[in-house]
T-cell receptor, first 112, second 111 residues
Framework: DAMVIQNPRYQVTQFGKPVTLSCSQT?????MYWYQQKSSQAPKLLFH???????NEADTPDNFQSRRPNTSFCFLDIRSPGLGDAAMYLC???????????FGPGTRLTVT | QKEVEQNSGPLSVPEGAIASLNCTYS??????FFWYRQYSGKSPELIMF????GDKEDGRFTAQLNKASQYVSLLIRDSQPSDSATYLC???????????FGKGTKLSVKP
């Protein structure tokens, strides 16, 4: 089955210790997104790739970076996690910008 | 600032009833609307999308769009306890046509 996969599902990191979350897709979609979602809040778009073109949201902190080495994979790097970065991180894909998005299962990040 | 508004709930309905979830949006130019279901601790799952005024039905789910009133709704017929979740409304309208999500309405279906 075509799908969006995220690893790990749960990540615990220490304050200030860099962490990388990964996302892969078998849908062959052009667009990949990273969202941050905190409890009882809407998913907040951090950035997205349209193919190799990187698009950063204006209010995404510099602490967050992303890489997309190929169509299938996308990574979220948090360079120095703070306690406020504890959240669910969601990867999503779509065939085109603005079309329906399909989400992976998410990575729950805990910062100690 | 383009916005999508939803009543946070919780909306409580008895099993077998029709659940009606509502969403309003600020951008009159919005063309595409999406409903996602999100169980607690899980990721959003696409239920339906609608682009044209009127109703779109898929099984127990019906999406209704009224662009003149800037209003989109989701009806769930014969509600089941397994429908208990948060329902997110989204519209295309962010930068580069990305989706803007509402905060979601929490639905509770009581047996």
């Amino acid at each position: 089955d075509a799908m969006v996969i995220q690893n790990p599902r749960y990540q615990v990191t220490q304050f200030g210790k860099p962490v990388t979350l990964s996302c892969s897709q078998t849908l062959n979609h052009n667009v990949m997104y990273w969202y941050q979602q905190k409890s009882s809040q809407a998913p907040k778009l951090l950035f997205h790739y349209y193919d190799k073109d990187f698009n950063n949201e204006a209010d995404t902190p510099d602490n967050f970076q992303s890489r997309r080495p190929n169509t299938s994979f996308c990574f979220l790097d948090i360079r120095s996690p703070g306690l406020g970065d504890a959240a669910m991180y969601l990867c999503a894909t779509s065939s085109q910008q603005g079309s329906e998005q399909y989400f992976g299962p998410g990575t729950r990040l805990t910062v100690t | 600032q383009k916005e999508v508004e939803q009543n946070s709930g919780p909306l409580s309905v008895p099993e077998g009833a029709i659940a009606s979830l509502n969403c309003t949006y600020s951008d009159r130019g919005s063309q595409s609307f999406f409903w996602y279901r999100q169980y607690s601790g899980k990721s959003p799952e696409l239920i339906m999308f609608i682009y044209s005024n009127g109703d779109k039905e898929d099984g127990r789910f019906t999406a209704q769009l009224n662009k003149a009133s800037q209003y989109v709704s989701l009806l769930i017929r014969d509600s089941q306890p397994s429908d208990s979740a948060t329902y997110l409304c989204a519209t295309r309208g962010g930068s580069q046509g990305n989706l803007i999500f509402g905060k979601g309405t929490k639905l509770s279906v009581k047996p």
